[in-house]
């Protein structure tokens, strides 16, 4: 068995990113009916230490989209603010990250997996293959604040199960 650069990147993505669409979607339909406010959500912590749901969202998007252009770049660095951090402000971005990555030319990314990177955060500058960096930093923290979207809404009620955190999986041959 052999899996590309891009199956394993930008096509793991993309089923997340849907996934986030569908559980966001989820909430938006709990909220309508009075059994949430979303307003509240974004400012919400699992713990007092964690960052809030807005930058959460943002993650999912930076460590999506933002890993490969980054890749692309030879540099990766800490989430740049955004413009708006509003319910609707995040849902459009994780459509827009799941849009941008949909249009990736798939031999263009396979063409990154051995290519040199480097993370730039913290005071700290690490240097990757791209491989290493997706397999080892970027999609570990993609998963983990995808996890905490999916944490955050089912612990305010939203019904959720696990089919609608893994999303439209691949199936057959």
Known sequence: MSLSFYE???ESYVQMLGAIDHIMGKAE???AAGDLD???IV???LADDMHPFTFQAVSVWHHSWGAIAGMKAGLFEPPPS???NSWSGLRSLMAEGAASLAAEDAAAINALGE???VFKGGGMEIPFSNKNFLLSFSLPNFYFHVTTIYDVLRLHGVPLGKLDF???MKMGG
């Open 43 to 45: 400012s919400y912590r």
């Open 166 to 168: 893994m999303g439209q």
């Open 8 to 10: 394993v990147s930008v």
């Open 38 to 40: 979303l307003d509240a």
């Open 29 to 31: 339909d709990c909220a």
């Open 115 to 117: 290519q040199g990177m």
């Open 82 to 84: 955004v413009d708006d």
